[in-house]
């Protein structure tokens, strides 16, 4: 079964609002969470990386004050889109890092479908 | 630097039909290579990984090899399926951490 979840699956919003995404490590702890932006027939791209307890690590490129990301649990990690504009539309992925296991296992959410009108 | 290159799709296929989906790396270091899968409207799930040189991954039917004298990892299933039709995405991790994918590679399989 899913062990990352996501909420909501989908959200459509107005410009200039803001909207929190969230995704959780369903049975394990995960100290480090990915969030990844996909438009539509491309590829991922990494945004952020999101690590409990400390700020998050932004990929060049990605504004910050625009993409919030707060990791406060060792199971919840948040990404906030603030004054959301039609260009941010996207499908938004995160990913969390399953501690024990090879470095390289990472579980993906079912990801967030924003839609800005 | 890191990069996944893989080959541009669409692609459609008959059902029971052979389907290689090429891809290929740029990487520093030894990385370990991922083929993902996305159903229409779902993330990714991973399909299969392979994590040194001759490794060969496999699940479901599916299987990509680990050749780092060609710096590939193509994807491969002797007989497909119309529930195989998906976004198929090649990926590589150097660090644990951040993850490269190629482009996606979109599959129809017909009846």
């Known amino acids: 079964g899913a062990v990352v979840s996501q909420h909501p699956s989908r959200v459509i919003c107005k410009s200039g609002t803001s909207v929190k995404i969230e995704c959780r490590s369903l049975d394990f702890q995960a100290t480090t969470m990915f969030w990844y932006r996909q438009f539509p027939k491309q590829s991922l791209m990494l945004m952020a990386t999101?690590?409990?307890?400390?700020?998050?690590?932004?990929e060049q490129g990605v504004e910050k004050d625009k993409f919030l990301i707060n990791h406060a649990s060792l199971t919840l990690s948040t990404l906030t889109v603030t004054s959301a504009h039609p260009e941010d539309s996207s499908f938004y992925i995160c990913?969390?890092?399953?501690?024990?296991?090879?470095?390289?296992?990472?579980?993906f959410g079912p990801g967030t479908r924003l839609t800005v009108l | 630097g890191n990069s996944v290159t893989q080959m541009e799709g669409p692609v459609t296929l008959s059902e029971e039909a052979f389907l290689t989906i090429n891809c290929t790396y740029t990487a520093t270091g030894y990385p370990s290579l991922f083929w993902y899968v996305q159903y229409p409207g779902e993330g990714l799930q991973l399909l299969l990984k392979?994590?040194?040189?001759?490794d060969k991954g496999s699940n479901k039917g599916f299987e990509a090899t680990y050749r780092k004298e060609t710096t590939s990892f193509h994807l491969e299933k002797g007989s497909v399926q119309v529930s195989d039709s998906a976004v198929y995405f090649c990926a590589l991790s150097n660090t644990g951490n951040q993850f490269y994918f190629g482009t996606g590679t979109s599959l129809t399989v017909i009846p």
């Open positions: 999101s690590n409990e307890g400390s700020k998050a690590t932004y």
């Open positions: 392979a994590t040194k040189a001759d």
């Open positions: 990913s969390a890092r399953r501690p024990g296991q090879n470095t390289d296992t990472q579980y």
